[in-house]
């Protein structure tokens, strides 16, 4: 059974604090991403990766950096939590380019910055 | 650039009934693809079905079936004989086949009552 599993699903932090949320999937796949959901904005993609050391920035990159050192491992950082990066972050893994290849999502973590 | 919208936040709907949710995309590149997804109180995103822009033929998944209609940009995501467990938030995306990257609607919560 495929799967991509998320650190935590509950993390509190406080402002100024540096955050990291792991990402690892299990399918071998070549791209991972990294999301914020919020309500009554849908999904809104803040890094994606399409190789090992490789990224590029999606939609909303300020204040957000990733990392990956390993295929199946992909690091979203928040080097100075803000309250308004208080969200639900959702990683996604996908195979290849074809456009029929869903992406796989992780449970999501609900991050709360106090 | 690419979009999608979803013009209905939210949706109530009697049991055994047929739920329609609809979904407009706008592209100006001929290749693509369309996903919807479905997201329980529980967080994790579930693929449902996809729809290739080529495809002649609507996609069907089960009680799931993809009213594409080409022309209009339209992609809605029909829902047959519609059951509790149903209830849930629904996503509509696109992927260019030239791009890694998939775009999210707002979503529609669909409630479902018995």
């Known amino acids: 059974d495929v799967k991509v599993t998320q650190s935590s699903r509950y993390l509190v932090k406080r402002t100024g604090e540096k955050v990291f949320l792991e990402c690892v999937q299990d399918?071998?796949?070549?791209?991972m991403f990294w999301y914020r959901q919020d309500p009554g904005l849908g999904l809104r993609l803040i890094y994606f990766?399409?190789?090992?050391?490789?990224?590029e920035k999606g939609d909303i990159p300020e204040g957000y950096s990733v990392s990956r050192e390993k295929k199946e491992r992909f690091s979203l950082i928040l080097e100075s939590a803000s309250t308004n990066q208080t969200s639900m972050y959702l990683c996604?893994?996908?195979?290849?380019?074809?456009?029929?290849?869903?992406?796989?999502f992780g449970p999501g973590t609900r991050l709360t910055v106090l | 650039a690419q979009k999608i919208t979803q013009t209905q936040p939210g949706m109530f709907v009697q049991e055994k009934e047929a739920v329609t949710l609809d979904c407009t995309y706008d592209t100006s590149d001929p290749s693509y693809g369309l996903f919807w997804y479905k997201q329980p109180s529980s967080g994790e995103m579930i693929f449902l079905i996809y729809?290739?822009?080529?495809?002649?033929q609507n996609a069907t998944e089960g009680r799931y079936s993809l009213n594409f209609q080409k022309a209009r940009k339209s992609a809605n995501l029909v829902i047959s004989a519609s059951q509790l467990g149903d209830s849930a938030m629904y996503f509509c995306a696109m992927r260019l086949n030239r791009d890694d990257k998939i775009i999210f609607g707002k979503g529609t919560r669909l409630h479902i009552l018995p």
């Open positions: 729809q290739g822009s080529y495809d002649q």
């Open positions: 990766s399409y190789d090992v050391k490789m990224k």
């Open positions: 399918m071998d796949h070549e791209n």
């Open positions: 996604a893994s996908m195979s290849g380019r074809a456009s029929y290849n869903e992406q796989f």
